[in-house]
């Protein structure tokens, strides 16, 4: 089995390329390393079925040799990185999506979207099952994001009506673990990393939204199940153990040493209120359901990062006084291209 993983320098994508190596796949690694790392997959290099090619999915794309299949993971994901990335963002989504589309129906391979329960937005109806439409601000400060993804979902499900592609769409909720970048906004690597420095431990707003986490092992089995499969989704993949992300930073200050203050500060607009998964498709549609206990993830990753060093500058909170930098401009291709 040969398989192309866009995306698969980042977080998740690491994870998710050991597991098919592991699984005995032949991975191709494709990655231009804008919000990802080559240090995440160095581990893997020394393997002899693992190739890393650094490319931007948003430009041609063609792999050499048979492809079984396509998992698209290729994307900013927190929203320091999408907020700072908007275009790169919105055309990886587009652009990149339609590469990866059209790689995989020249292969004849299985194509995955790894979309995300953004697009389910800051949802009126909870839990979120893959009926509900969602609530969107096609606007606001995430919209580059979600309606990214809300896009890729369109063109992924026009090109399985239109050429027949083995397409499937996975939305993903909030998921933790090992590799997290210290510095991307999120939740678990910003708590983690304030904790464990003894500085005030960042919980945006009142503390009581709540979110839903899933620790990646977790969530790299489902997108393999799915992977594995000819169902055209979305199915949900998620952690339906939903907390308030005041609980979530006392359990991270305990995992670390129960030292570290909590402070508040101000909420992102459009910042979700709830977020919990129903997973009743994929337990029926895949046979899957998330196993790991959350104090026992959060506790091996907060080991992970007490093994690295620690910037010694405070963290922004999580998604909360965020700067865009400029963003490079972005080539799109020409109609017809
Ligand atoms: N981690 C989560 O909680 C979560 C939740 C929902 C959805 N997702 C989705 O899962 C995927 C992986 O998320 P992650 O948390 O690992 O993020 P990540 O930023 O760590 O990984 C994304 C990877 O995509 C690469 N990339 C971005 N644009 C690219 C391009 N144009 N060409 C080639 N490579 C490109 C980046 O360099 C990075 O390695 C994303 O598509 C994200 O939207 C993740």
Not at 28 to 43: A, E, I, K, Q, Y
Not at 119 to 145: L, T
Not at 215 to 242: A, F, I, Q, T, Y
Request: net charge neutral; charged share 20%; proline share 9%.
């Amino acid at each position: 089995m040969r398989v192309v993983v866009a995306g698969g320098a980042g977080f998740v994508g690491s994870h998710l390329c050991e597991r098919l190596l592991a699984d005995g796949a032949e991975v191709v690694c494709v990655d231009n390393f804008l919000t990802g790392r080559p240090g995440n997959v160095d581990p893997l290099r020394a393997h002899g079925a693992f190739r890393l090619l650094r490319r931007d999915v948003t430009g041609p794309l063609d792999i050499a040799g048979p492809v079984d299949a396509v998992l698209h993971l290729a994307s900013p994901a927190s929203p320091v990185d999408y907020r700072a990335l908007p275009l790169e963002t919105l055309a990886v989504g587009s652009v990149g999506t339609g590469r990866l589309l059209d790689l995989a129906r020249r292969k004849g391979a299985r194509f995955v979207l790894a979309s995300t329960s953004e697009v389910y937005g800051d949802p009126q109806v909870h839990p979120q099952a893959e009926q509900y439409w969602g609530h969107v601000n096609p606007v606001g400060p995430r919209s580059m994001y979600d309606e990214a993804k809300r896009f890729a979902e369109a063109l992924t499900t026009a090109h399985r009506a239109t050429h027949g592609t083995r397409t499937g769409i996975v939305r993903i909720f909030n998921t933790y673990g090992p590799r997290m970048r210290a510095d991307d906004g999120r939740a678990v690597p910003t708590f983690v990393t304030q904790a464990l420095a003894d500085r005030p431990v960042t919980v945006a707003g009142d503390g009581s939204q709540t979110r839903s986490l899933c620790h990646v092992d977790d969530l790299v089995d489902g997108l393999v199940r799915m992977m594995s499969r000819e169902h055209p989704g979305p199915v949900n993949l998620g952690n339906p153990h939903e907390l308030t992300m005041l609980e979530l930073a006392r359990l991270v200050v305990r995992l670390c040493g129960g030292t570290a203050p909590i402070t508040f500060v101000p909420r992102p607009p459009d910042d979700p209120s709830v977020r919990r998964p129903d997973v009743t498709v994929a337990r029926e549609l895949l046979d899957w359901q998330p196993r790991v206990e959350l104090a026992d993830g959060l506790a091996r990753t907060v080991a992970w990062f007490r093994e690295r060093p620690v910037p010694p500058r405070p963290g922004p909170g999580y998604g909360a006084g965020l700067v865009p930098r400029q963003s490079a401009p972005v080539q799109l291709p020409a109609a017809g291209t």
